[in-house]
């Protein structure tokens, strides 16, 4: 009896064993890596040179933390990567967020299955948009930021605020583009601090830089203080060059005729001129004629009449 359970057990371990080993007759898919190109991610693998009637076919799985930590390592099928002929799959919608994540890949031929092929160490999209490359200056008390090698279609979300009061910070988008920023109306002897990250498509972002914090020199001023500080400069040389040539032409070219049709002499008041007539004509005679014209003045000497 014992015998009979012992041989039993034997013919099924050798049966289990065939099984198992006939699964697994095609080798594991290798080379398997993933390409980011604009934070597009692609898992990519070496298609399977093992002997097959039909059709090679990749199925391709993965596994972020959540899966890890809270489903007991369970992995998840990338649906629209499932029994494909091509050697290759785009994971971006399955990797939505700053995580490291497995994936593994495993061949088909009709009945057979590979084992499955994993990274060699697991991906996470922030190693792949990496933090922009900002300088930051001061410029006319303001701040001038400048970014090199933006991905294209990416915007760089700046942060600026006050040091020591970090509540307040004011945020602003540069496209990739535009690749300047300036910031002012600053508070002058304050100090500023910058720190920016790289958004793609308003989800995908990296890391952010280090905090660049700057202090303030000088008076604020706008982006435009520039140009309007020369328009003033070029506005008060037009006026005063205009003022001295009015003042050049009426020497040169005014006539005396021509400018006391311009400048006329105001009539002496009455009393003033009778004084004039007066004094003329005891000094210089009647033969004197006087340039100026006064008015007839008639003097009425009251006489007082004593009763």
């Known amino acids: 009896m014992r015998l009979q359970q012992t041989l039993s057990v034997t013919m099924m371990t050798i049966v289990l064993l065939h099984l198992i080993t006939g699964v697994w ?3 594991a898919p290798s080379s398997v890596t993933v390409d980011s190109v604009d934070m597009r991610h692609t898992l990519t693998w070496t298609p399977l040179q093992a002997p097959c009637n039909t059709t090679i076919l990749y199925s391709v799985q993965y596994q972020g933390e959540f ?6 390592g369970s992995w998840r099928d990338v649906h629209h990567c499932q029994q494909v002929p091509h050697t290759h799959c785009d994971v971006t919608a399955d990797l939505g967020s700053d995580a490291d994540y497995n994936l593994h890949v495993r061949a088909r031929c009709g009945s057979q299955l590979s084992a499955w092929s994993e990274l060699s160490r697991p991906f996470n999209r922030r190693d792949i948009l990496t933090v922009p490359n900002m300088t930051v200056t001061v ?24 040091k020591g009061h970090e509540l307040q910070a004011s945020f602003y988008t ?21 720190t920016a990250q790289t958004v793609l498509n308003t989800q995908l972002h990296s890391g952010s830089t280090d905090a660049h914090c700057v202090s303030i020199t000088g008076t604020a001023a706008g982006p435009d203080a520039a140009w309007k500080k020369t328009t003033t400069v070029t506005g008060t040389v037009i006026i005063m060059a205009g003022l001295l040539f009015a003042v050049f032409w009426s020497i040169a070219y005014c006539r005396p005729d ?32 006087e340039e100026e014209r006064c008015e007839q003045v008639h003097v009425v000497q009251n006489v007082y009449v004593k009763h």
């Open 25 to 27: 007759t095609l080798p």
């Open 67 to 72: 899966e890890l930590m809270l489903l007991n």
């Open 139 to 162: 410029v006319g008390g303001g701040l001038h930021l400048s970014f090199l090698k933006l991905p294209s279609n990416a915007v760089a979300s700046v942060t600026v605020w006050k």
């Open 174 to 194: 540069v496209p990739a583009e535009q690749k300047v920023l300036h910031v002012s109306d600053l508070q002058a002897g304050a100090e500023y601090c910058v």
């Open 258 to 289: 021509q400018c006391q049709t311009y400048i006329r002499k105001q009539q002496l008041p009455q009393s003033l001129c009778f004084l004039q007539q007066h004094v003329q004509g005891v000094l210089l005679g009647p033969q004197e004629e």
